[in-house]
């Protein structure tokens, strides 16, 4: 399992930074034009997938009181697209080091309707990094819908065969 996920972390940065950099060279007004999607922009997706991991590492660093960063976040897209690569990058070094025993581990936590959970830290790994694949997904869709071009391939076995 541990072999798995250490995979999918590496994954999780390569596919984010091939389409974080296609991003970065737009035009900044087409990085915040608002198109028909689940968030309105590429700034918008890229925010939510910081804010989203952001809260899955608090929730299992079991901070008392978990907090969006994105709630008074200005900065660019430049600016989130960096820390949605420096929080895949802390999920890689966190598995790399990982025991099998803290990947087993069931933790408490409760979700932003104040739910109460518990499930083991592997199954909350896998949903992180599987919801980064789906909002790469949509991030390829807007690219698709400003008529972007050059989009590179993401597909986890096309990582797989550069490795």
Not at 94 to 100: D, F, H, K, R
Not at 144 to 162: E, G, N
Request: with cysteine; hydrophobic share 40%; net charge positive.
């Amino acid at each position: 399992m541990k072999e798995i996920l250490r995979q999918y972390a590496s994954y999780n940065i390569w596919a984010s930074q091939r389409l974080i950099n296609c991003i970065l060279e737009l035009p900044v007004e087409w990085q915040v034009k608002e198109v028909p999607s689940s968030f309105p922009s590429l700034h918008a997706t890229l925010m939510h997938m910081w804010d989203a991991e952001n809260i899955w590492w608090q929730r299992m660093k079991l901070q008392e009181v978990v907090t969006s960063p994105g709630t008074h976040f200005k900065g660019t897209t430049g600016d989130v697209a960096n820390e949605v690569l420096n929080q895949a990058r802390l999920w890689e070094s966190w598995v790399t080091a990982a025991s099998q025993p803290a990947l087993d581990h069931v933790f408490h936590y409760q979700n932003t309707k104040r739910e109460q959970f518990k499930q083991p830290v592997y199954q909350m790994l896998l949903h992180v990094f599987n919801h980064g694949t789906y909002h790469r997904g949509q991030l390829v869709s807007i690219l698709r819908q400003l008529d972007v071009q050059k989009i590179p391939a993401t597909d986890f076995i096309v990582f797989s065969r550069k490795k």
